[in-house]
């Protein structure tokens, strides 16, 4: 059963830091992206950040670039975000998220199949 | 353009058809992904390249695209298919994600 366990919010002051963790159980963690997803309470999905299964590459929305950064342990099968220069626009519910990649004849087809259980960031003073 | 546009509020009346879009230019070149999501829960994959459904997802769900819009029709709709539901894809660099705003679907 594939399993992502989140765990390192809470509230932090505005300019503060933050250590996310994300582990993954049930799969070849090894063998897939992984991706931070956000969620403001009461609004919609915003993604904030993607790696590459081996941690080579990284990507990142505008909104968190030079703040955030994502990282992963594969021998020990964990996703991590490190925020740094919190802001109050950053509370919001953080989920990890795994990404599964099909290479299709027409299209290549990518999507979340499991996420994680959410982890609530509160930046207030 | 790296936006997905989706109607805030879509309601349908107990075992009838109901369909949410999903408009961006994005969806020209990437299929579609849906998820739902109920208060309280994180999201789950109801439909993945246009209209896969993983296991467990009921085959009242379905999905299709059209141009830039994509859509997730509910033929039947139950009441435990209300919630918000989401639609996501990449963008046009293709390595950044992008998900709409988000339907409220109400089971009248």
């Known amino acids: 059963e594939v399993q992502l366990l989140q765990s390192g919010g809470g509230l932090v002051q505005p300019g503060g830091s933050l250590r996310l963790s994300c582990a993954a159980s049930?799969?070849?963690?090894?063998?897939?992206?992984m991706s931070w997803v956000r969620q403001v309470p009461g609004e919609g999905l915003e993604w904030v950040s993607s790696?590459?299964?081996?941690?080579?590459?990284?990507y990142y929305a505008d909104s968190v670039k030079g703040r955030f950064t994502i990282s992963r342990d594969n021998s020990k099968n964990t996703l991590f975000l490190q925020m740094n220069s919190l802001r109050a626009a950053d509370t919001a519910v953080y989920y990890c998220?795994?990404?599964?990649?099909?290479?299709?004849?027409?299209?290549?087809?990518?999507?979340?199949?499991?996420w994680g259980q959410g982890t609530l960031v509160t930046v207030s003073s | 353009s790296s936006e997905l546009t989706q109607d805030p509020a879509v309601s349908v009346a107990l075992g009838q058809t109901v369909r949410i879009t999903c408009q961006g230019d994005?969806?020209?070149?990437?299929?579609a992904t849906w998820y739902q999501q109920q208060p309280g829960q994180a999201p789950v994959l109801v439909i993945y390249g246009q209209n896969n459904r993983p296991s467990g997802i009921p085959d009242r769900f379905s999905g299709s695209r059209s141009g830039n819009t994509a859509s997730l029709t509910i033929t039947g709709a139950q009441a435990e298919d209300e919630g918000d539901y989401y639609c996501?894809?990449?963008?046009?660099?293709?390595?950044?994600?992008?998900f709409g705003g988000g339907t409220k679907l109400t089971v009248l």
């Open positions: 790696i590459t299964s081996s941690g080579d590459t990284t």
């Open positions: 049930g799969f070849n963690f090894n063998n897939y992206a």
């Open positions: 996501h894809t990449r963008d046009s660099s293709g390595h950044h994600q992008v």
């Open positions: 998220a795994k990404e599964n990649t099909i290479f299709g004849v027409v299209e290549i087809l990518f999507y979340f199949d499991y």
């Open positions: 994005s969806l020209r070149r990437f299929a």
